[in-house]
């Protein structure tokens, strides 16, 4: 059995020959930078390079000889890109290790040790505190309270650093020829690997709500202002739907799954009331996964961080339409 077959069958809920691994085919199932820098040396592999993909959650990408070693099944399409050596420049952790970013991100440390990352327009957007393993979001674009409409909301998106610091393969979106070039280094991938290909979309509604109002807002506002929720929630349903109709166009017959990811709740339970997901967020996320049902080939993998136990009612009901895997 091959390592597609054996994710495939996994999440087909048939018997693989044994059970498939992954390390790295989304930030979900990512290593941090600093535990990377550990396992290499603890192989004795210290000659790898730490190269730090997400930089938000400072997340380093697997290098092939990590993948082999441990045979792994699934690879993240994003590993495709930035390829080059001039894609890339050094940094130094908070430990001290020599690590690299990608050369588009060039945060700013002062002199207490902090680090500040700035936006296209030089606001800063994101802060990594003295001997911090992450950056945090530093600005909330409608923190103040709704506008009447979503006119602002593609320039509010911008704003936030999840959007503006993508990690691959989107930090080359904008790029003359990225769908071109994202079908055929999957075809490659594809071919050359003989593994499970991971397209990693987002699509997330809940956390996008906590990334433009910030968390205690948005809990308020689900029962508070459910209006202006549902307007802001179809507003990303939109650009997400147009950001999965060029994914599908592109790779819907040649990736192997799409991850969808949005944390509904936490370690003991979920954010909200079972019924608010039934009425605010399951038709919206049933309007995407069956868009991608339709139009691609693509198993659809659901990533959140809530624990199962105290989140079977919600986990219900997630099951109940076109999620293959959770």
Request: with cysteine; glycine share 6%; aromatic share 10%.
């Amino acid at each position: 059995m091959t390592s597609r077959e054996r994710v495939l069958s996994a999440i087909d809920h048939k018997e693989p020959d044994k059970v498939p691994v992954d390390l790295g085919s989304n930030p979900s199932s990512g290593i941090s930078a600093i535990a990377y820098g550990n396992l290499i040396d603890y192989l004795d592999k210290s000659h790898l390079p730490i190269a730090i993909y997400d930089v938000v959650q400072q997340l380093a990408e697997p290098d092939e000889e990590i993948i082999e070693l441990f045979d792994i099944d699934v690879l993240d399409l994003g590993r495709t890109f930035n390829a080059d050596p001039s894609d890339w420049h050094p940094t130094t952790l908070v430990n001290g290790r020599q690590a690299l970013y990608p050369s588009w991100f060039n945060p700013e440390k002062n002199d207490e040790g902090e680090y500040f990352a700035r936006n296209d327009s030089g606001e800063i957007i994101a802060k990594m505190p003295y001997k911090g393993t992450f950056f945090d979001q530093t600005v909330f674009p409608w923190i103040d309270g709704y506008p009447a409409n979503n006119d602002t909301l593609d320039e509010a998106m911008s704003m936030v650093l999840w959007q503006a610091f993508a990690h691959s393969p989107w930090d080359k979106g904008g790029e003359e020829g990225f769908w071109d070039r994202l079908r055929s280094n999957t075809i490659k991938l594809r071919e050359e690997s003989g593994k499970a290909v991971m397209m990693v979309a987002g699509c997330n509604l809940f956390e996008w709500g906590t990334f433009i109002r910030r968390m205690d807002n948005f809990l308020m506002d689900l029962h508070l202002e459910r209006a202006s929720v549902e307007m802001m929630l179809d507003g990303f349903v939109e650009r997400h739907l147009q950001s999965l109709e060029r994914i599908c166009s592109a790779v819907g017959d040649v990736a192997d799954i799409i991850r969808f990811g949005d944390d509904l709740g936490m370690i003991n339970g979920p954010f909200m009331d079972p019924q608010i997901y039934r009425d605010i967020f399951k038709p919206r996320h049933k309007i995407m996964t069956d868009y991608v049902k339709k139009h691609s080939k693509m198993k659809i993998l659901l990533q959140c961080s809530m624990q199962l136990k105290n989140s079977t009612v919600i986990y219900d009901q997630v099951r109940r339409f076109s999620i293959d895997s959770i």
